[in-house]
């Protein structure tokens, strides 16, 4: 069997998905995934069938929407192997990550404590960091990668001391899809008594996550990159750590008793959802981990691993482009074209019916490490085929034409 016939045979939904029309190459389910009909189809029935808000009603219609909100965070849970109550719903892992800095962060964090962080981190996971430290005195580490990409543990095991308190990584990168080895960066922090947050944010989507198995302290991810709607992600933490940590917000749906002269909050994961929350979105996230577990991690991730190896070999054939990233890398794939600016080849590639991202990736350390403004980025999804990866080293040998 070719690889054409393993990857077409091996998952067979882009019927799922009426917003790929045929002929149509998307390439950019890194920065946000397509949505299959069953995520739109459960947003829809939210909206227009079962709406209400939820926790407060006491009419029939508002507790069947909390069960189905509270349903949602019991899927949340199961997709990462952790506790119902250890999730807090957040806007997405952007926030997921600030509250851990500005509650956690805020609270632990000393003068003079340091943090750890990686060379590929997404800004998400650098910028909040810098504001707590700011605010504690705190001070950030990074740890450098290997020569293919990858975080690299050796350097990372060097670096850590007794100061650091947390280490926070990316399990899988958005620019290069280098898969962390998270079980060895769980044993390395907790060796020096330090705390492990993982950004999931690309993982999730691309591979069986276990936070029990792998012992991390906090874990995040964005419903909109595991085929899910927009504005709703979840910070998983043990149930513990979170009962420790101080609300972020405060507002309605958080609170047990309100006076003027002092407030009582509600137990986690209340505590840190302040205001009403996004209901149909919970819901919409849910019926995307539903569809997501129905394909299975282990296929999807199979799947991406075959599209990236095909797709590693067809870009090296295209003379001038440079690969970046370990070959094993989880559904994404980063590359440039000598002497043509990345956003050029989005453009030409776009004509074609391609559509990849060209930029920083929200990464600007990284691609200071590469030497590059930019890089153009592939990636995968469950939808993914062969025919996306011949339409793209099609449309790089017409944008070698046109660039001679
Ligand atoms: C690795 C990584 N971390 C964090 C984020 C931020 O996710 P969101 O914008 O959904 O909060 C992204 C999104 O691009 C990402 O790829």
């Given at each position: 069997?070719?690889?054409?016939?393993?990857?077409?045979?091996?998952?067979?939904?882009?019927?799922?998905?009426?917003?790929?029309?045929?002929?149509?190459?998307?390439?950019?389910?890194?920065?946000?995934?397509?949505?299959?009909?069953?995520?739109?189809?459960?947003?829809?029935?939210?909206?227009?069938?079962?709406?209400?808000?939820?926790?407060?009603?006491?009419?029939?219609?508002?507790?069947?929407?909390?069960?189905?909100?509270?349903?949602?965070?019991?899927?949340?849970?199961?997709?990462?192997?952790?506790?119902?109550?250890?999730?807090?719903?957040?806007?997405?892992?952007?926030?997921?990550?600030?509250?851990?800095?500005?509650?956690?962060?805020?609270?632990?964090?000393?003068?003079?404590?340091?943090?750890?962080?990686?060379?590929?981190?997404?800004?998400?996971?650098?910028v909040p960091w810098q504001i707590v430290a700011a605010r504690t005195g705190a001070l950030i580490d990074v740890c450098p990668l290997t020569d293919d990409g990858q975080i690299d543990l050796d350097a990372a095991e060097a670096m850590l001391t007794e100061k650091h308190k947390l280490v926070a990584f990316a399990h899988v990168s958005n620019v290069l899809g280098s898969i962390l080895?998270?079980?060895?960066?769980?044993?390395?922090?907790?060796?020096?008594?330090?705390?492990?947050?993982?950004?999931?944010?690309?993982?999730?989507?691309?591979?069986?996550?276990?936070?029990?198995?792998?012992?991390?302290?906090?874990?995040?991810?964005?419903?909109?990159?595991?085929?899910?709607?927009?504005?709703?992600?979840?910070?998983?933490?043990?149930?513990?750590?979170?009962?420790?940590?101080?609300?972020?917000?405060?507002?309605?749906?958080?609170?047990?008793?309100?006076?003027?002269?002092?407030?009582?909050?509600?137990?986690?994961?209340?505590?840190?959802?302040?205001?009403?929350?996004?209901?149909?979105?919970?819901?919409?996230?849910?019926?995307?981990?539903?569809?997501?577990?129905?394909?299975?991690?282990?296929?999807?991730?199979?799947?991406?691993?075959?599209?990236?190896?095909?797709?590693?070999?067809?870009?090296?054939?295209?003379?001038?482009?440079?690969?970046?990233?370990?070959?094993?890398?989880?559904?994404?794939?980063?590359?440039?074209?000598?002497?043509?600016?990345?956003?050029?080849?989005?453009?030409?590639?776009?004509?074609?019916?391609?559509?990849?991202?060209?930029?920083?990736?929200?990464?600007?350390?990284?691609?200071?490490?590469?030497?590059?403004?930019?890089?153009?980025?592939?990636?995968?999804?469950?939808?993914?085929?062969?025919?996306?990866?011949?339409?793209?080293?099609?449309?790089?040998?017409?944008?070698?034409?046109?660039?001679?």
């Amino acid at each position: 069997m070719n690889v054409e016939t393993r990857i077409n045979s091996a998952l067979n939904v882009r019927g799922h998905f009426p917003a790929i029309p045929e002929g149509w190459h998307y390439l950019d389910s890194a920065a946000t995934a397509q949505k299959p009909q069953a995520v739109i189809d459960a947003i829809t029935r939210a909206y227009g069938h079962d709406y209400a808000t939820v926790h407060r009603g006491v009419y029939e219609r508002s507790a069947a929407m909390t069960q189905s909100f509270e349903a949602a965070r019991a899927a949340a849970a199961s997709l990462i192997g952790g506790a119902e109550h250890e999730i807090v719903f957040a806007r997405g892992a952007t926030e997921a990550i600030n509250l851990v800095a500005q509650s956690w962060g805020g609270t632990f964090l000393k003068r003079g404590d340091r943090i750890l962080l990686s060379a590929l981190e997404h800004h998400s996971n650098i910028v909040p960091w810098q504001i707590v430290a700011a605010r504690t005195g705190a001070l950030i580490d990074v740890c450098p990668l290997t020569d293919d990409g990858q975080i690299d543990l050796d350097a990372a095991e060097a670096m850590l001391t007794e100061k650091h308190k947390l280490v926070a990584f990316a399990h899988v990168s958005n620019v290069l899809g280098s898969i962390l080895d998270a079980k060895r960066a769980a044993a390395l922090a907790h060796n020096v008594g330090a705390k492990l947050l993982l950004d999931g944010c690309q993982a999730a989507p691309r591979l069986p996550v276990d936070v029990a198995a792998i012992d991390c302290d906090f874990y995040v991810l964005s419903a909109h990159k595991i085929y899910g709607p927009t504005g709703i992600g979840a910070l998983w933490a043990r149930a513990g750590i979170l009962d420790s940590m101080p609300p972020y917000q405060g507002g309605g749906a958080m609170i047990d008793r309100v006076t003027f002269e002092k407030t009582t909050y509600l137990p986690a994961p209340s505590r840190f959802e302040a205001g009403t929350p996004h209901i149909a979105g919970a819901i919409g996230f849910h019926a995307a981990i539903d569809w997501t577990r129905a394909i299975g991690l282990d296929a999807l991730h199979a799947h991406e691993t075959a599209l990236v190896r095909e797709a590693r070999t067809a870009l090296r054939s295209v003379p001038g482009v440079t690969l970046f990233g370990p070959e094993d890398s989880a559904g994404i794939v980063s590359f440039a074209l000598a002497g043509v600016h990345p956003h050029d080849i989005g453009t030409i590639l776009d004509d074609e019916g391609v559509a990849i991202r060209a930029g920083h990736h929200c990464a600007q350390p990284l691609m200071d490490l590469l030497g590059v403004p930019a890089t153009a980025r592939a990636s995968f999804a469950a939808h993914s085929d062969a025919a996306d990866i011949e339409a793209l080293v099609r449309g790089l040998h017409k944008v070698k034409r046109i660039f001679g």
